[in-house]
């Protein structure tokens, strides 16, 4: 029986290889009993914390996974590259922290830093076109793969966070707030929300028409998620803001203080600030050592409403009309930072490599069509003329179909790979030497013919290069 070939060279192709065993582990296991069931997610999954594992130790440790053998590839390997999904969770990892990819095949390599890792899934990689042992890659090296990370998550030297005024109620001395005016349409049960603005803004504000008064606010209770971590100091503020018709001779001040649960509230005030014209300024008073104890502040300080922020106006005498508006209270908190928590949610390696040029064998077409189109565009002006412009033949497509008797399955088969890797076919054979050329193929159908005989009639169709 008379046949004709179609070659394809494909540049090169992916092997994806996932954990198929742990060969030793220091992470801890989150969703799962088994570490690299824990990772070994299809690099299209999506990112999750449904099952992970992590170091929250200022130690390095290491993870490693075995990989599953290669089965039917072949052809020269271009690159193993290892890949690792990671974030640190709620804080980034500490500028000082390790995160390195690891590969072994016999021989171990480990990458660079690709730490500090963000709070945010990323791929992390590291691409090795040799082995381990500077030697080209071999496929007996993929049977002998191990891949897997080591990092560590040292404790953050500082952070803070900041609290503005979200109260149960708006004040502990009664008659003190109720001097005051709220400006910008704020309920008078809810005067805190005047002052808990993230910025300065006078839409809505505390208003003091008059000398020598205070404000007393309860704050935020702190996030639960840091209450591990050491107190350093706290620091109170008060912003605040001055408008004066046509007095330059005045001036106002404003001043703020912290305490825990009762003391002499004279003894925290802190130094008082000159507010500005139409400007913002801002107070502030800081405490090493909690207010009435005399000692480093713990977080119980900090709880259950017991802590209160005051500004305080003052003017000294003088003509003309002044408006004082105070715009935000917060105070925020030093604290040594947290070991946050390094999770790894995919880990796997991609074999990047050379396939061998596939040839796949037919039999002589029983039917053969070639249709060469031309790109031909028409131009009518306006007098009714027109011109016809013949740009030249703009490609040739030759559509060939026969019927396979014999191995047929595993021909079909192997023309569906062709279709899939997309590059560049060879065709040689054909009775028409001028037909022995490049082509893509724009389409390829099949059917199978006799029930369960492996016969197909199949139909192709190629476009000239």
Not at 61 to 80: F, Q, R
Not at 149 to 173: E, G, H, I, L, Y
Not at 330 to 338: E, S
Not at 362 to 368: D, G, R
Request: charged share 15%; hydrophobic share 30%; glycine share 6%.
């Amino acid at each position: 029986m008379t046949t004709f070939t179609i070659t394809q060279s494909v540049a090169s192709a992916n092997l994806y290889l996932y954990p198929d065993g742990s060969s030793s582990t220091q992470f801890t296991a989150y969703g799962e009993a088994e570490n690299y069931n824990c990772i070994d997610e299809a690099w299209t999954a999506t990112n999750d914390d449904t099952d992970y594992v992590y170091n929250i130790s200022a130690t390095t440790m290491t993870d490693l996974y075995s990989l599953p053998a290669y089965t039917t590839e072949t052809g020269a390997i271009n690159y193993i590259r290892v890949h690792s999904r990671a974030k640190s969770n709620e804080t980034t990892q500490a500028s000082n922290g390790t995160f390195c990819i690891i590969i072994n095949n016999g021989s171990t390599a480990t990458s660079d830093n690709k730490g500090p890792v963000g709070t945010g899934y990323t791929d992390y990689s590291n691409t090795w076109t040799s082995s381990p042992s500077d030697v080209d890659w071999t496929w007996p090296d993929v049977n002998n793969l191990i891949i897997g990370v080591k990092c560590n998550s040292p404790m953050q030297a500082s952070a803070t966070f900041t609290w503005v005024s979200r109260p149960t109620a708006d004040n502990t001395q009664a008659g003190d707030l109720n001097e005051y005016t709220v400006a910008g349409g704020i309920n008078g049960n809810a005067r805190w929300t005047a002052v808990d603005d993230t910025s300065p803004d006078l839409a809505t504000r505390l208003y003091n028409p008059t000398t020598t008064h205070h404000s007393w606010f309860w704050m935020d209770n702190p996030p639960s998620d840091i209450q591990s971590s050491t107190i350093w100091k706290v620091v109170t503020s008060v912003v605040g803001t001055k408008t004066i018709d046509e007095s330059p001779k005045q001036n106002a001040e404003i001043k703020c203080c912290i305490f825990n649960n009762g003391g002499t509230v004279a003894d925290y005030w802190g130094t008082p600030v000159e507010l500005l014209k139409d400007e913002y300024v801002t107070a502030s008073t800081t405490t090493l050592l909690a207010p009435n104890t005399g000692i480093a502040w713990t977080w119980g300080d900090l709880e259950n409403h017991r802590n209160t922020c005051a500004c305080h106006e003052t003017q000294d005498a003088g003509n003309g009309s002044y408006n004082i508006f105070i715009t935000q209270l917060y105070y925020t908190v030093y604290y040594a930072g947290v070991s946050p928590e390094l999770r790894m949610t995919s880990t796997y390696a991609v074999v990047n490599y050379q396939p061998a040029a596939s040839t796949v064998t037919l039999t002589m077409p029983q039917s053969l069509q070639v249709s060469h189109g031309r790109q031909v565009s028409r131009h009518t002006f306006p007098t009714g003329s027109y011109e016809v412009d013949d740009y030249g033949r703009s490609g040739k497509t030759l559509t060939l179909s026969a019927t396979e008797t014999s191995s047929a399955s595993a021909t079909m088969q192997s023309l569906k790979d062709m279709v899939h890797h997309g590059t560049m076919v060879t065709v040689a054979g054909l009775p028409d030497s001028n037909l022995n050329t490049d082509y893509h193929i724009v389409d390829f159908n099949f059917q199978q013919e006799g029930g369960e005989v492996d016969i197909y009639r199949w139909q192709i169709i190629l476009e000239e290069n």
